[in-house]
């Protein structure tokens, strides 16, 4: 992650926040009035792009890195955003902070490179990225286990949760998220037409 601050971009928006917003306004998502969304201060424009889309949410940036909430915080003050986006330290592998609350929606982009990839990733990733934000686990699921276990607890009843994942990793994805107590309600691919994106319920059951 470059090492600095940016106005908002609509263009920055990554393939979960698209699918979510595609979600909203098609109103498969019966309140489109957010009154909590959980993202990821790394891709501050992700962020700032869902505060501009859903003008009534209230979000939490949380990240480990205390280098990325710092920019985060740069940011939210660059753009103005300080009424409706905190910034938060938290370790998606562990139960979320106590005090934390209950949300609508999270939406995360974690890290998925599987641990035999780090080494062959191209220089322009690997020289600019650190691991932390890059690397998954022994099969780039790791992530999406914790957080599909652990922030259920921060999710209101039917909230929903939105993953951004690797390519071909789609079905474990799910599996993960439907062993924790989702339902599955929408799998979306890229521009390139490659499946990188689901969108979940928590404990919603079909009929």
Request: with cysteine; proline share 4%; charged share 25%.
């Amino acid at each position: 992650m470059a090492n600095t601050t940016t106005r908002y971009s609509a263009a920055g928006t990554t393939r979960a926040d698209r699918m979510t917003f595609h979600i909203l306004e098609r109103g498969k998502v019966v309140s489109s009035i957010m009154e909590g969304v959980i993202s990821k201060p790394m891709n501050f424009k992700e962020n700032a792009a869902i505060a501009k889309k859903i003008p009534q949410s209230k979000i939490i940036s949380v990240d480990i890195s205390g280098a990325a909430l710092q920019i985060c915080r740069k940011n939210v003050n660059l753009n103005k955003l300080n009424s409706r986006v905190i910034c938060m330290q938290a370790d998606a592998k562990q139960a979320p902070p106590r005090g934390m609350g209950s949300y609508d929606m999270i939406v995360c982009n974690p890290p998925y490179i599987p641990s035999e990839e780090i080494g062959t990733l191209d220089h322009s990733v690997k020289d600019f990225e650190p691991v932390l934000a890059l690397h998954g686990g022994d099969d780039g699921l790791e992530f999406y286990r914790a957080i599909a276990k652990n922030y259920a607890d921060a999710l209101k009843p039917g909230g929903y949760l939105a993953f951004e994942f690797g390519m071909g990793q789609g079905d474990g994805v799910c599996t993960i998220l439907e062993q924790n107590g989702y339902t599955i309600l929408e799998r979306s691919r890229d521009y390139n037409d490659r499946e990188r994106a689901v969108l979940a319920q928590y404990g919603r059951k079909e009929a």
